[in-house]
């Protein structure tokens, strides 16, 4: 009920009886009395009114804010790690919540699109990680949405193809109108040309549907994600029940070739990377970050998945998702740095 409505019901209700009582009191000697304690009745209900209008605010979502971390950080030890979510997995409770229990299911190697329906084929798909493995190269690591395996995996890696060609493109441009043959000149140069070089091999192999996907979000009941953990291909199941919202949720899996500890990619050479000054900024004619496809500048990114929730294994008749030119209103998303030369 609204203040202003209360406070009316309020006035309907306390001042008839207090104007009688005041009409049979008024010949008595005690009638100032009677009027103040009217008007200090009168007071402290208009007071009590208005504290309980303030406190009645409606309360929003108090989870607001809050991020569910799933996966590791720099720093971890790998083999501990896959032996936590071995072990959370085999003591995860048969009775699931309603829809199974969201899992990051991390593989042994990279893997094509096609290797994914065997491996996941059978389970329900949120979003998949993928990074081009590059000798000497710190290549970018990209998130899918990707409901129907291998076709959303397939059409996710055409857009962040199309959008590696832009990139190159548009280093190629910076590096052309870098002018001057001095020591700093010359090392922008070979920046802008070093990362065009990593853009054009990234989308190449992206366009060829390449073995590039290591890791992703499932959901299903605990008996499934023990069977998926069992796949020769898989290298460990990492149950969160904990989670609810993919919104919400940070999924960090570690890469393939990190062993021992986690690190930038091994393939990450020693090159020095350009100056805050230095790093080339996308040009005006390049798309935006895309809201389907996301990606980050780490090699194993803090990401809160914006996809819808996973589908089914049965095939569904949903488009796959299209890359936007809207930046992406997560808390993960970043602007990549060049690559490294």
Known sequence: MRAGNLLRQLDQRLLPPLTRAVARLGDRSARSGVLSWAAVLSAAAVLGTAVWAVDDTPVGDRTVGEVTRVGVADGDSVPGYLRSAAADLAALPAPAAEGGTYALVTLDAYLPPQ????????????????????????????????????????????????????????????????????????????????????????????????????????????????????????????????????????????????????????????SAVPTQGERPAPAISAPAPSASVGESSEPAPVVTIPSPEPSTPEPTESVPPSVTTSPDATVAEQSSPPPSS
């Open 115 to 270: 290797r994914l329906a065997t491996v996941l084929g059978d389970v329900g798909v949120s979003t998949v990680f993928g990074r081009v493995p590059l000798p000497g190269r710190q290549t970018e690591i990209v998130r899918i949405p990707a409901l129907r395996v291998p076709d959303d995996v397939v059409a996710g890696m055409g857009e962040v193809a199309v959008r590696k060609e832009t990139e190159a493109a548009d280093y190629r441009a910076r590096a052309a109108a870098v002018n001057g043959d001095g020591v700093g000149e010359r090392e922008l140069r070979e920046q802008y040309a070093s990362g065009a070089e990593v853009a054009a091999a990234e989308a190449a192999a992206y366009r060829t549907g390449c073995a590039c996907v290591y890791a992703a979000v499932v959901r299903a009941t605990p008996v499934a994600l023990r069977g998926v953990a069992a796949r020769p291909d898989v290298r460990a199941v990492d149950p969160a029940p904990e989670v609810y919202r993919l919104d919400r949720t940070v999924f960090t899996p570690p890469l393939p070739e990190q062993r021992d500890v986690v690190r930038p990619p091994a393939d990450t050479g020693p």
